[in-house]
């Protein structure tokens, strides 16, 4: 192609004229606001487990990051996350967290460890130690600090035990007590400190919770044992002077209180409140101005609340409600060296307090009447107590000194913790953090609050959605046709319905509501037909069935009703072949193959099909698997055949078949075979390779055309990695075994990006993006990352857009794109610099329609809605080749950009012939030649840029920095003679061209 030949080329770009949509920007941009419906629900923080060490306050939080630890010194700017870990793992689903000196311990979970116990000190968390090495989990639970060392405990799937582990913060100072043989994870571990030795539960072999003694030590831990026996069903521990109380059971006595002074000899029933077998089910225990309280059952009194000095004689209960009537105290709280609970008279349920010398009182009737307040949640906070109440303006938080003239509310903010509250509530000093909602549509956030001053205000807003921002808009079924782009999309008011864009945000328009009863018609399978667009919806009047649109809502109706009535034909599967568009779908219950010219009297159906995997073309005929083996069709009832005994299976994936050149690969299956890789040549299909001899197979899958080969993942005794074939047995070949042994690099998301294969896998120690061109050294890690596996989601010319995880921010996708000449990745912003974040990486909707990307994304301003990205200079193949046996001709092309040298690469065509190289305007719908061979140049525009001799070649040339042609497309194809073929040519896949800078 020398530089003479560019005049021709550039005349012709400036007289097409062709839109280019996006070509004012090179960033992402919003193309529509198609749901300007504002976010109904209200997202929450709920912060809780808030716990104090030091100067800061740490808990947990809901925020878009996920299930985060936060950190606060009380002020906005002073409220973070937790950094996440030295080892740069995202850590999630964290839980436990428990002052331990000036560090807080928790448990939590990454991808590499599995739930194991985290530290955080110096303002970032790292891992404790990987108690059960590799991903499977410890998962700790019930931290406990006994003179500065931590406790925990832990369950072992593989070893089927639970564990008492200690700590003193160091990975080697971390280590294992005692082990407990259980058969499954049932433990409640509960603690208790009595002087130099602490008392815990653990299951024993039956799962039920035991009282052991503990020094710290694996020699000085041990199951007390009374004189009944073991004691089990042990719960409620509180120390209290020299001894633990708690409540066990006894088959004579029944459910008592009971004491230990960590001996055998030492551990009985310490008060037998129900004589006899009957329970009187002790629980609530705390200790406040020097005694023991606790509630308990019996007869004459029934739940009421006791008081001990430790001592049976020193042992009393307050009937608060006289009689058999019972005042159910609970939430005992010390607080201020005073008992302070909630108990049931005939003022409702409201808040006591006693102080071991008088009897206890009612401090306040906080709901006047009969009505109850239901307090909980009591707090020291200086001089006073803060609990939570329903006062007679609702939910509250009320300040109280221990009467009823001194209770009053604190703040009008409602706070949204319940009666099993979870640390949702803390005194920082003078300081009261806690969870709240001010009834701004912000939900429950963090609040702090100056009760001297009377003074609460919003500290975060930690799970929001910024002002301005809309609901999600629901966008699939892309399909470029032409000029304009087709898909499906819920603007909030009529479901998901059929749209239309040109690239510009007055050309994006609906194109009905066709299903008007609610819902959306959920249209999908946009094909091009000489007198429009057919596609499937639904309505409410003829369930799914077969629609048509010339891209306006006033040409947009329903075609053929081939179900008639209410039930749907469901048409699915659309496959262009010659002038017509065939497609699957259900008449009088009968799976049938129908094709359509656009026209009612040209929609008819051809024959009855089963299908078990989607209809593919190659060439003049459609193929697909079914219950008769593989199929093969050229549009009519009597080319319909079967002509290979080789079935589908749900292990290949979603796309069992691809074409290379005049070849079909398949994944089927036979009794003999399972799962193999098969190739058709049209007329029969062979098994290329029994990579697993014998029944048992390789689960080949991801089966992707590229190049001259079919790629593909397997499982064999490599683990599961990348696959190429030729279609012959020798050629079909482990590439590489990327993660080494036994162990899966788990190649997913392959795609063809030129001639080579882009995919992501794993490999020791990495996960990222990788390319092949088939050979092992040709295959190569372009991008790596520690955070998470990067999802590859399309190509676009010289760049491959890719998301992955941000580092603790799962669910954010931020957009990339690598440079597959130079690796250099670039992340995708707006013009404002905002990042573009891609929702359901695993289900992201896009299409490339001449150089300008329609694709679903939302920003840190907007939910997701329809944005365009001209990308500036771009390429991308348009269909597949059409050439005699052996021969695969194909294009590629560096990106023509203004200025530069541009390259286009032809590949596959026969060696001693002559190719001609020609472009156009691209056509709505490609002409259909002999032998099912397409071109897609306008023939009105055809131009020939000249001819290469041999089976590989390239054009180079400089193009001229001409910014008219800025955004328009030509598309190149190429051909060749050939005697082999009834149409007299070769004749390569389409390559659209977009200039740009």
Known sequence: MQSSRLRPVASLLAA??????????????????????????????????????????????????????????????????????????TIFGPSGLTRFGTRLMFSGWDDVHGFEPWIVENGSARLLKDVVPGSFSSEPREFFVHASILYFSTWDFAQKQTALWRSDGTTNGTAMVLAFPSTEDRRNFQFTSVRNRFFFTAPDSQGLDTL??????????????AASGAVRYAAHLIGFGTRVYFTAS????????????????????????????????????????????????????????????????????????????????????????????????????????????????????????????????????????????????????????????STRELSSVTPTFGVAHDREIVAHGPILLFQGDAGQGLGSELYRSLPVVSSTTLIANLHEYLPGETQPTQISAFSVIGDKVYFGANDGVNGIEPWVSDGTAAGTQLLGNLFTSGGGSFPAGFTATARGVVFSAYDAIHGNELWITRGSAATTKLLVDIEPGSR?????????????????????????????????????????????SPIVRMHDALYWLSTSGLMRSDGTAAGTKSIAAIFSSQNAGPAPMCVVGNRLFVLAATATTGLELWVCDGNTATLVADIIPGYLDAAPKSLTAVGGFAFFTAATNSGRELWRSDGTAAGTVLVRDIHPGYNSSNPTGLMAVGEECWFSAFSPGTVGIW?????????????????????????????????????????????????????????????????????????????????????????????TELHTWFAGASTESVGTSCAGTGRIPRLDATDPHLGQTWTIAGNGFAQARASIVFFGAPVVSPYELAGGCQLYVDLATFTVLGGRVGSSWTFATALPNDPRVIGITITVQAFQLANDRSIGLDLSAAMHATFGR
């Open 771 to 863: 390319k092949s061109d088939g050979t092992t050294a040709g295959t190569t890690l372009v991008h790596a990352t520690t955070n998470s596996q990067p999802w590859i989601l399309g190509r676009i010319g010289d760049r491959v857009l890719f998301t992955e995880a941000e580092a603790g921010y799962q669910p954010n996708y931020p957009g990339f794109t690598v440079d597959r000449l130079t690796g250099k990745v670039t992340a995708l912003v707006t013009a404002n610099k905002d990042p573009v974040y891609i929702d359901q990486a695993w289900n992201f909707d896009a299409i490339l329609a001449r150089g300008t990307l329609f694709f679903e994304a939302r920003s840190d301003v907007r939910a």
């Open 250 to 405: 006894d088959p004579n006595l029944g459910r008592e209180v009971w004491s230990s002074d960590g001996t055998n000899a030492g551990t009985a029933v310490f008060l037998d409140i129900r004589p006899g077998p009957g329970p009187s089910n002790p629980g609530a225990y705390a200790v406040a101005s020097g005694k023991l309280w606790f509630v308990a059952s019996n007869d004459p009194a029934g739940y009421e609340l006791w008081e001990s000095d430790g001592t049976v004689a020193g042992s009393k209960i307050h009937d608060l409600v006289p009689g058999p009537v019972s005042s159910y105290p609970r939430e005992l709280t010390e607080v201020g060296g005073k008992l302070w609970f909630v108990a049931s008279d005939a003022s409702g349920e409201e808040p006591w307090i006693a102080d071991g010398t008088n009897p206890p009182t009612r401090v306040a009737d906080v709901l006047p009447g009969s009505g109850s307040s239901s307090p909980h949640s009591f707090l020291a906070l200086s001089n006073w107590v803060v609990f939570a109440a329903n006062g007679t303006n609702g939910k509250r938080l009320f300040l109280s000194a221990g009467s009823a003239t």
């Open 568 to 612: 749907s034909g469901g048409p699915t599967n659309f496959v262009r072949l010659g002038s017509k568009v065939y497609f699957r779908a259900t008449n009088n219950y009968r799976s049938t193959l129908y094709e359509t010219d656009g026209s009612v009297a040209g929609t008819r159906a051809i024959t009855q099909v089963i299908t078990t």
């Open 16 to 89: 097409l004229s062709l839109s280019a949509p996006c070509a004012s920007s090179q960033n992402p941009a919003l193309l529509k606001d198609i749901n300007a419906q504002a976010y109904q629900e209200v997202l929450s923080g709920e912060p809780r487990e808030l716990t104090v060490v030091g100067a800061l306050t740490y808990f947990v939080a809901e925020s878009r990051a996920g299930t985060q630890v936060w950190q606060t010194d009380g002020t906005s700017a002073g409220t973070v996350p937790v950094a996440g870990s030295a080892a740069n793992h």
């Open 212 to 225: 052991y003694v503990s020094d710290g030590t694996a020699a000085n831990t041990k199951p007390l044992v």
